[in-house]
């Protein structure tokens, strides 16, 4: 070994490098240890933190709101530290050792071995033990480094959506499919095209696409009075109510109207909650042609669509599946409004929930042309959102493929309605 390597001790230039590449190592293992802790806290844990109503408690939530920026943050971060360490160590090891061979071997063993450990295998050991904890501990530091690395990070986020979104394309439809849909569609008329291009696109339509948000979910509490459950039957017109406990998140089951129909002239002393059935949830990435199947099996018309922590999202029912084929079912009980008004020939009113699609329908783009500014925004107020990347006030305009979107109207941070004007020379 000593024909090989010469060591030539340490000076005061080594030890800082020493420092500078132990300090690296620690915060390469709190970014690794902070992606096992945020994305392994459940539905309870995020409860704690949020009724806790700590600053910590305040960032782990912030991070949490926006989980790929989160990711790309962490991924971004122990890359340029871990390059950095490579780097010291690599200027460390030279500056100790003269190598006569095996220079590249004993560099790469030594590295890779100070990175696995410290960098990667202790800390989210760690981390999994108490994910809580540890997320609490990193999380306001981590605040400081989404707004560092924001703009690398949001490079990363926005070259994975397009990615993603042009490998979804491409899995979409094969060529056979693509002919046989060209067929069908020479001698039909306009709703028939529709209907057809519904078809075709079932399979790839998942539930957060089609169901009606949580703001719009008309519900009952578990403990309100009978005549306050008959009042909310009779203002909404729906056939089957959701019935929670104390909020949203906390759904206990499903009202039948049917079921109430022999008590209708009850009082308040009925106890109506015995007459609530079991509810159905569903992740809100599930393909709606699975859901219909599911809906066949489990004999229920109606879902809740929950994320990954449990939180209500949405509603989805039979009727919002088929008017993803057929179009938009309307019966007597619907309100004969429309989601847009035109103004002139250049200018839109929408209403904020309006989708994309509908819009870009309405204004007779070709789809998915805001595919590339709408990131996972599903309606306009979503989009606006995404460009904007802050919460819009009154006023307030963003710009994209030649369109100017103003914020019109807005009720509790909630954009209510949008103008959209189009460019023209």
């Keep these: ?20 590449a132990g300090l690296l190592l620690v915060i390469s293992a709190l970014a690794s240890g902070s992606e096992t802790a945020l994305f392994s ?32 943050t962490i991924l971004v971060l122990n890359n340029l530290v871990n390059i950095g360490i490579v780097i010291l160590s690599s ?4 500056s100790l050792f003269v190598f006569m061979r095996f220079e590249f071997l004993f560099k790469t063993v030594i590295v890779t071995f100070l990175l696995l450990l410290f960098g990667e295998i202790l800390p989210k050991v760690l981390s999994q033990s108490s994910p809580v904890g540890f997320a609490l501990f990193v999380a306001q530091p981590l605040l400081v480094c989404r707004w560092l690395l924001k703009p690398l990070s949001y490079i990363l ?17 094969t060529i056979d499919d693509l002919a046989d849909a060209v067929d069908m569609t020479r001698n039909t008329s306009t709703e028939e095209r529709m209907m057809l291009s519904g078809i075709v696109n079932f399979v790839n339509t998942e539930v957060e696409e089609i169901m009606k ?31 929670y406990d104390e909020d949203l998140d906390n759904i206990k089951g499903t009202l039948y109207v049917k079921d109430l129909m022999p008590h209708i002239g009850a009082g308040d002393e009925f106890g109506w909650q015995q007459l609530i059935r079991k509810p159905h949830f569903v992740p809100k990435n599930k393909k709606i042609n699975d859901l219909m199947v599911e809906f066949q099996a489990e004999k229920v018309h109606m879902a809740i669509v929950v994320d990954e922590y449990g939180s209500t999202l949405g509603l989805v029912s039979l009727e919002d599946i088929l008017e993803e084929v057929v179009g938009e079912i309307s019966d007597e009980s619907d309100a004969d409004e429309s989601f847009y008004t035109r103004i002139d020939e250049h200018t839109y009113l929408f209403d904020g929930k309006t989708h994309i699609g509908d819009f870009e329908r309405v204004l007779q783009l070709d789809e998915e042309t805001m595919s590339d500014v709408k990131g996972r925004a599903e309606t306009l107020a979503g989009l606006m959102l995404e460009i904007k990347r802050d919460i819009p006030r009154k006023g307030d305009f963003v710009k994209a493929h030649g369109m100017r979107f103003i914020v019109e109207a807005i009720e ?13 020379e």
């Design 1 to 20: 070994m000593e024909d090989t390597i010469i060591y030539n001790g340490i000076t005061p230039d080594i030890v800082l490098k020493l420092a500078m």
């Design 157 to 173: 986020v926005r070259t994975g959506h397009r990615i993603s979104s042009l490998a979804t394309h491409e899995n979409e439809l």
């Design 213 to 243: 948000p949580r703001v719009d979910i008309t519900a009952v509490e578990l403990t309100a009075p009978y005549s306050e459950v008959r009042e909310t039957i009779i203002e909404s017109g729906f056939s089957r109510i959701p019935v």
């Design 41 to 72: 806290l459940s539905h309870n844990d995020v409860r704690c933190i949020r009724e806790r109503g700590t600053a910590a408690g305040d960032a782990v939530l912030r991070l949490l709101g926006d989980v790929d920026l989160l990711l790309a």
């Design 412 to 424: 509790s941070h909630r954009i209510e309605t949008i103008k959209v004007t189009i460019d023209h």
């Design 91 to 94: 200027s460390i090891i030279d």
